[in-house]
């Protein structure tokens, strides 16, 4: 049986160094706002990042691969919900999905893949299990492939 994902939604307001000259959010500051919400969601299921890092003896979970598909302009001025999950855990790495509306619907759809990772002796990243606590936090029971 696989559980439901634990969902996190965050509220914002783009600013204006959020924008570009012509008014519109530019598109690296998404990348931004995704990663805060993917904090947000940790700290939402228990695992704030600044404690969960020492307790776990991660360095974080970094992002090594991530897409947006764009469908609408988010503009200087308008709030934006950012709804955050889980949508597959592999023994060290996992996908997150971020689902961006604004007051006409939603605009932005993100994946990322992030990896749970310390540094070994030799200065190198170094990919560990995600705790089974962590997983059935954010609602998942099962390995992706």
Not at 19 to 30: L, S
């Amino acid at each position: 049986m696989i559980n439901q994902p634990f969902k996190n939604l965050i509220r914002l307001q783009i600013e204006w160094g959020d924008c570009d000259p012509a008014g519109i959010v530019f598109y690296p500051n998404y990348f931004r706002m995704f990663n805060a919400a993917t904090d947000a969601l940790f700290a939402a299921a228990g695992f704030e990042p600044a404690t969960a890092f020492t307790r776990f003896g991660i360095i974080g979970y970094p992002m090594i691969d991530t897409s947006a598909a764009f469908s609408s302009p988010n503009r200087f001025g308008d709030s934006i919900t950012i709804l955050s999950f889980i949508a597959r855990w592999g023994r060290s790495s996992f996908d997150v999905r971020h689902q961006l509306s604004n007051a006409a619907g939603e605009s932005v759809q993100s994946s990322e893949k992030r990896v749970w990772a310390t540094v070994d002796e030799a200065g190198r990243l170094q990919a560990l299990p995600v705790p089974d606590e962590v997983r059935a936090a954010l609602g998942a029971d099962h390995l992706g492939c």
